[in-house]
Each structure stands twice: as C-alpha cells, then as structure tokens.
C-alpha cells in the first residue's frame, strides 16, 4: 500500500496473465497491449518522458471549479487523502478531496482481451454532490516503435468510430488488420473526444485538458494526428451515496470477410459481446473474485509463517508473483524495457522457469519444449528468440557458449518438481525444422556434448560470444561507437575460454548423469561421468587462482579475474558455480573463496561482481569496461548471481552468512532505505548500484530479471531447504543458528505437507529427526504421498 503518490520513482504493476496485458504505476501511469509490447501496443505511453511517467488511464473529476484526479496524477492537485494498493494482477487507486471519495479498481479479468477499470464515487459529506467525471486514454497506432518514429505517416492515419458510450479505435483496420481496441463506460455520457488536440488544446499538459477545465467535452472526432478517447460524465451524489461505474478498455480480432457491416462501418458484434460481460457490477465482483482465486491457487503451493515478517511477505507473495510475471512478460516491457526491443533469451528462460515450475508445471512443460525447440543439432542455441514465431532470433545469433546449460537445468527442475519423466521423451525439433526431431532427453545430450565439443588449450570450456555475462565479450575487441558488443563480429581464432561454464558444466553435467543413470542410459552416463571428472582436474589446475577461482583466460590465453589483473581480479560467477558444483567444499578452497568475497565483492547493499571495477575501457574485455564503476555488469550488485554465493554458503552449512545476503537485497528489507533504494521495496531489482558507483544503494531495471527466480528457488530450496527431488521432498534447511523455527505448506504432486521445522539446539543445519504423520523417516526424504492427501511433516533440527 502505497500512501504518498510522490515514490522515488514511479511503482508499478503489471495487470494480466493471458494475453492482453497493462503495465500500471502508482499514479495510474503506462499502458496496454495485446501479446506483444511492440506490435500490438494498445495504448500510447512515451518513455523517459519529462515529467517522468506522463500518459496513462487518467480520470478526471471536475467539482464547481476544482480539478482533480483519484490517483493524484495528471492533475497533481493536493488530494486529502491517497492511497493506490497494487495486488495480484490488479491495482487500487484511491483519491479523496472534500469530502468526495474515487477509488478506481484496474484489473485484467482471466479469459479476457480486456482491462476494466471499476470507478467507485463516495460522497462522504452531508450536501448533495454534483459534479463531472471524464476518463482518458491515448490509442496507439499498434506498432509502438512505428509509433514513435513514422510521423510522417502516421499522423494521416488514424481513425475512430463512435457509437453510443463506445469509442473505437480503427486505425488501418481498413486496409490489413483484423483487429481494432475501443474504450466504453456503462452509462450514457454528456459527451465525448477522441482528438487529443481538441480535449486538451494545442498547448497543455494531461494536467490541465481544455475540456476538463471548462467542463464542456469537444465531442471531437478524430482524423489522423492523435486519437484518443474520453468520456463525460455527469454524477450526482446524495449525502452518503455511493455510485460506480465500470469502464472496459477492450481488444478485439474480427473474422476475415466479416470486418465491416457497411462501408466504413466496422463489425461491432464482438466488441459488444465483450462489452456485456461487464455491464453490471456483480459481474465485475464474479471477475475479480475469480481473479483472487486464481492468484491464490498459485501462491497456496508455496507458504512460510516465520517470525520476520518481511521475509513471509516477500516469499508468500511477491516474490512469487514477480517470477510469474517475469514468465508473462519475459523482459519484454516494464519501465526499464521498452517493449519494443528484446526477444526471449534461451538462457534467461531457461532460469526464470526455476521460480514458476512450481505454480504452473503445465506452462513450464510447454515453455521447456518451445526453448528446446529452438535449439541447434550442435547442442548450441539462438541467444534469443520471437515470443510470437517461437523461432531463434537471427539478429541477435548464437554461440553465447552457457546457453546450452540452462536446458538441463530447468528441465531438472521441471521433473524435480512433477515427477513427470515423460517430459524427455517428447520429440522436440531443431531449429524448429519440424522435419528434424529428437526426443527431449537427446536435447540435453546435445547440450552436454556442446561444451565438451568446445574446449579451448586449457581445456576448459570456450567462451565464445560471452557466458552469463553478456558483457564479459572476450573475442569482439570493437572500437566502433555505438556498435552492438552482442552482435559484432567477433575475432577468428580466439581462445578465451570461461571457468564459469566450467564449474557450470561440472554442476549440470552432474544432473544429467543422475538423469542418464535414472532412466537406465548407462553408457551415456559413465561416458559423461568421464568427461565431468576431466573438467574438475582442470579447474583444479587452471582455475583456481590460490585465494579464489579465476573467472576465464583471453583472447589471448591470459587469465581474467586473477590477482595477477590490475583490475577485476575477482569476479562473483565462477565462485558461485563452481561451489555450486561442489569444487573444493572438502579442501578448504571453497571457504577460502567465500571469505574472498566477503572481503572483496561484499558491500552494505549486496555482493558487487567484480573488484577492483575497471577504470578505463579495455578492448579485449568489451561490454564490462564500457560500464562506469559500480554499474550494471562493472561492480555492480547484479542481484542476479547473489543467490549463487547464498546457495554456496548453504552448502558448506553457513546459515548466517546465507541468510545475510538474502536479507541485503530482499526487497521488502529495503523499505526503510527507499528513497535512496528508489525502486519498488516490493519486487527485486536487475542492478543495485555497487560501492564504487556514485550513490551506492541505488536501484534500477525492477521487475523483470532472473533475481526474482533465484532468489526464490534459494530461500525456498536452500536456506528453508525444503528442495523438491526425484522421489519426494527433501528437506535440508540451512538457517541462522538463531532460529527457532518455521512452518512450510507446500503443495507437491496433488499432495500437501504441512512441514514444521524447530531448532530446539540452536544449530544452523543438520535435521536430528523427521516424522511423517507421526512416523519417524530413516533418512531427510519425505516420499511422495498420495494424491489430495494432507500430511504432517515434523522436522527437528540437531546435532
Ligand atoms: C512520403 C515518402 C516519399 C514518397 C511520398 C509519396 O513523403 O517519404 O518517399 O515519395 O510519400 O508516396
Ligand atoms: C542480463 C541478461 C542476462 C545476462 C545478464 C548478465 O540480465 O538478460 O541474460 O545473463 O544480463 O550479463
């Protein structure tokens, strides 16, 4: 709940699970578009705009004079009291002035093309009340990029259609499209716009629209330039009245041959169609309602009741809900991604699934087949590709040499979490040549195979373009301004290889070993066994650097990350993955390399990920050097590759340590720190900025990043330790010794397990006793029980 609409940077949420999508921020900001945030942008939002957050789903109320807005934007006149509340794919916007309440209710309904936006009117005084209301949205002209650029063109374009209390929004639906958006109110109104310069005048602002001010709607039609659409309405409240009205902001696609019912007269049937699901309030209840339901479903798989308070809100819910708005939306749109530019990384949904599979293991499958889809018969990949098409993205290439790894990943995890083994058996094509298949578990052959394939002098992996991180560009050495360090054309013949991919290799090869053998590919197994064990001597030899693990060799065979560097002579990654991998927990190197990090890469605000940070650009390195210090992919808190050093101090039983990292960057901590934190205290942010950039502290690119899906697969799996495994749960927490306990419900394979975990010696780890309904289990394994059963778990921490 949010109570001072001033937020350090604009707060969002994002409305929608299905198709048609908005992004909304604390002051009734953003936008929404159908599928795809470039081609089918429904409505017009400018971004980097000044002042910053300018357009979006506006209500206007004009009183006697008095002009002002329920979420205190656009007119920013001083409300009595504000409130928005975001939730579970809906937000509340709340204003009230003398007395006059507005609450506006935005939500995307399940199963519809549309947002609708509930507007409750209170009269809170003892006079009768009369006074205007007037809505506000800007079309887009579809593509957005278009949008922004064409003018030229588009401002001859676009054309409206009004009928009744409906707007409709036509543009080129007279030439190829089959589809058109319109924006309607439940009641007859006193006027209407559609012209953007005829509502607000050649000169103003969103603040202060000629036709608000004046009170008088232009009942403006639209020819080209920008079309919009507005109501008018004229409400009268009795003492103590209240009175709603619902506004639906809906798409639609029309028949090919059934686009028009008279020349220039667009086929209305199924917007009207549309339109009757909402007309009355009870039916507007029954949708939000279902809609609660549906995100309490989701949520109920995974609860924690523990004493911090912080920690169960961002577990319970918004951590969960951030993965599954990372899956909707990719990194697609939000208020650091245009939705205009990238496509859906292979690696970066091969991870975000690790925070979702457990809510929506169907979508998880599919999402699993569509990414090994597009993978090569090599084992390599497209580094991204079209959400739409489902096809490799050609612009962006491939040989990003970790890529392959995530498959095996989430594909673990997805089996993990359902038992559902058939999964590799499904014939899944290359490079989506449907001519070309092989089944799911040959796919992850492939990917094993494609790093042994590609080993460089030392023996370890080659890097190629870059591993996770994007920026570490090893073979580009590009002078060229402004040129893509992803993209360019890389330097033949290099040999820069990644210790990261190492440990990586060494941590799902093992995976799919035990895959191999479950499923009785024992040849494959003890060939691929061979292979991992050859990978650990050489990053026994090659890369460990006496105090930590180096990060990778270059172009030119000389080591990156190493205490012989002037600069980054530690990276964050390989320590992460090859303690994952289990790399030196039994000789003291993995303590000795955690203890690195804590001295080095540690700071107030997270884990930076390098150190010293680059001062100057340095060709051979690309990307990494072109960022100032303390930002993004130099030195800053990648909030993403946190969780790795987590899961390796969970591993060598250090629950204080774990826990401290989690609470640094857990985003219901950084509340009190907001104004410098300036992102949402309720969702993860991409980057913190690190303790050599210019404010230490400071957030940016909230929302859609790989952080929400490891953190949540590590306080849940790791640190709560309630991890799902081949045969059962596995149970393993890993706490602060302080703890006295917590309790669990997780749902699992149609069955729930009320887990109740004490400390009752004050350990860190180590389980003395687990009963199941009662009985006590030889070892940490709860099996898998009987579908729609609840069962007690008891889990006594000791030594
Ligand atoms: C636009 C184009 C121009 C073209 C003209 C007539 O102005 O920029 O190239 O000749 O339209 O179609
Ligand atoms: C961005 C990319 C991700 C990459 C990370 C580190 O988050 O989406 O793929 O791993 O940056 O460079």
Redesign the pocket.
Known sequence: MITDPRTPYPWINFLGCEEFFSILTNTAGGYSFYKDARLRRITRYRYNNVPVDDGGKYFYIHENGTVWSPGWKPVRRELDRYECRHGMGYSVITGELDQLEAEVLYMVPLGVHAEVQRVRLTNKSDRRRSFSLFSFVEWCLWDALDDASNFQRNFSTGQVEIAGSTIYHKTEYRERRDHYAFYTVNQEVAGYDSDREAFLGMYNGFDAPDAVMECRSRNSHAHGWSPIASHHLRIELDPGEEKSVVFLLGYVEVPAGEKFTARQVINKAPAEQLIKRFEDLGQVEAAFGELGGFWDGLLSVFQVEHPEKELMRSVNSWNQYQCMVTFNFS?SASFFESGIGRGM?F??SNQDLIGFVHQVPERARERIIDIASTQFEDGGAYHQYQPLTKKGNDAVGSNFNDDPLWLILSTDEYIRETGDWGILDEQVPFDNDESNKASLFKHLGRSFQHVVNNLGPHGLPLIGRAD????LNLNCFSETPGESFQTTENREGGVAESVFIAGMFVLYGEVYVDICRRIGENRKAVEAAAHIAAMREVIDKHGWDGEWFVRAYDHFGEKVGSNECEEGKIFIESQGFCIMAGIGINDGRARKALDSVKERLDCEFGIVLNNPAFTRYIVKYGEISSYPEGYK?NAGI?C?NNPWIMIAETLLGNGEAAWEYFRKICPPYLEEISDLHKTEPYVYA?MIAGKDAHKPGEAKNSWL??TAAWNFYTISQFILGIRPHYDGLLIHPVIPASWKGYKVTRKFRGATYLIEVSNPDGVSSGVKEILLNGSRLQANLVPVCDPGSTNTVEVILGK
């Open positions: 990194r990384g690696r970066d996770w991180n994007d920026c992919e990648f993403h991409q990043t790989g």
